[in-house]
């Protein structure tokens, strides 16, 4: 599976359909391309990536370690943002080579371009604000201010990094140990967590002499 989803919801969805598929020979309508499973590296395993700049950026770092953290990640040549904004440049360019203006209705394809240039304008917009606010980042105090201030200005992370919503323990375990198929693990687990799995541990042995019936509820009688 990708190493993240817009949201936790989608994720999860991804994650019980995968499992569905494997407890049940494929029963659902199948992607176009089959479920991968990628290494999910821990943030701390490569500190210079977006999510290792975002768990080095923590609230008792100093202001010379974010100012840092932002200039690296505002770098004209390696850095997050830049790249960012020239995969989107590329994206327009690739839209660009495809306009038509020959036909009277309005051009899906020059409203997507309009669209991508917009966000091109945007990051480039980014870049120097993030410029700005590296030298106002070295003006600010060291010590945390009083929580009561903090209450006036509302928190901007969303959160949604696999990382913080699994946590740094299993994400470590999504990387399958040396000398293990993990195909055969994946459809261990998979079956293990099937219902018909879970009526198998629940039926009582062929040695118990009586079933306990099961109690009447209000929504199991039929009304007449």
């Not at 700049?53 to 997050?80: H, K, Q, W």
């Not at 913080?164 to 693990?185: E, F, H, I, K, S």
């Amino acid at each position: 599976m990708p190493q993240s989803y817009p949201s936790m919801g989608e994720a999860v969805a991804a994650a019980m359909q995968h499992n569905i598929r494997l407890a049940y020979g494929d029963p659902l309508p199948a992607p176009d391309t089959p479920l991968k499973v990628r290494a999910l590296p821990d943030p701390s395993a490569d500190p210079h990536s977006v999510p290792g700049m975002i768990a080095r950026l923590t609230e008792t770092a100093t202001p010379s370690e974010v100012a840092g953290i932002v200039e690296e990640a505002n770098d004209a040549l390696i850095g997050a943002v830049p790249q960012l904004t020239e995969l989107i440049a590329a994206a327009a360019d690739w839209t660009r080579v495809r306009l038509e203006f020959d036909d009277p209705h309005p051009s899906m394809t020059f409203e997507t371009w309009t669209r991508l240039a917009a966000a091109h304008g945007m990051l480039r917009d980014v870049q120097e604000q993030l410029e700005i606010a590296g030298d106002g980042i070295a003006a600010c105090p060291a010590e945390l201010t009083d929580p009561r201030h903090h209450k006036a200005v509302n928190v901007l992370r969303t959160r949604e990094l696999l990382s913080d919503v699994l946590g740094a323990d299993a994400v470590a375990a999504a990387v399958p140990p040396v000398g293990r198929d993990p195909d055969v693990n994946r459809q261990r687990a998979a079956r293990g967590a099937s219902p018909q799995a879970t009526v198998q541990r629940t039926t009582p042995s062929a040695s118990s002499s009586e079933v306990p019936a099961c109690p009447s509820t209000p929504w199991m009688r039929r009304t007449r």
